[in-house]
T-cell receptor, first 114, second 113 residues
């Protein structure tokens, strides 16, 4: 059974701080890694994806991937109250058919306090 | 990214009835999926909608309960049949376009009384 695990939170950080969200996965053959943000009552929104080991930066967001340790993280710099949401980690395997579907974590709730 | 619309955005239905949800994309996509998300929960994949053939259902979901059509590369429907209150949920259409990224429609909020 392929699994993706996240701390459910809530993770609470003060405004302006760095929020660090972590995700581990069980399938060593996983190739693609995604972070989605979901506001209450809204659908998930893709904010970052990463395929290679290392860091990938986009504005205030940095995704970090370590395939050897099977974890992927999301850093949010200069956190704002508008970043308060649930962050979902999703992982896609290699190959065809069912191996291409996304495996989802349960999400981490982030609260940024003014 | 693809622009995805779903109809209806919400509905309240009586038990025993059926509801068909439509998903329309503004461009051709390679893959289309249907998810369910119950309050406070993460996403559960119902099925992969295959163009021109039967959908591929996940464990716990069957075609008689959730028939799916995908007549072309931009449109799909999900029917929730013989509804019960346990079917109350948000139903989400999701697509993979030309790249590897997956995008979601706005969702359909279903309440079954």
């Amino acid at each position: 059974q392929k699994e993706v695990e996240q701390n459910s939170g809530p993770l609470s950080v003060p405004e302006g701080a760095i929020a660090s969200l972590n995700c581990t996965y069980s399938d060593r053959g996983s190739q693609s890694f995604f972070w989605y943000r979901q506001y209450s009552g809204k659908s998930p929104e893709l904010i970052m994806f990463i395929y290679s080991n290392g860091d990938k930066e986009d504005g205030r967001f940095t995704a970090q991937l370590n395939k050897a340790s099977q974890y992927v993280s999301l850093l949010i710099r200069d956190s704002q109250p508008s970043d308060s949401a649930t962050y979902l980690c999703a992982v896609r395997g290699d190959g065809a058919g069912n191996n291409r579907k996304l495996i989802w974590g349960l999400g981490t709730s982030l609260a940024v306090n003014p | 990214s693809a622009v995805i619309s779903q109809k209806p955005s919400r509905d309240i239905c009586q038990r025993g009835t059926s509801l068909t949800i439509q998903c329309q994309v503004d461009s051709q996509v390679t893959m289309m999926f249907w998810y369910r998300q119950q309050p406070g929960q993460s996403l559960t994949l119902i099925a992969t909608a295959n163009q021109g053939s039967e959908a591929t259902y996940e464990s716990g979901f069957v075609i008689d309960k959730f028939p799916i059509s995908r007549p072309n590369l931009t449109f799909s429907t999900l029917t929730v049949s013989n509804m019960s209150p346990e079917d109350s949920s948000i139903y989400l259409c999701s697509v993979v376009a030309s790249g590897d990224e997956q995008f979601f429609g706005p969702g359909t909020r279903l309440t079954v009384l």
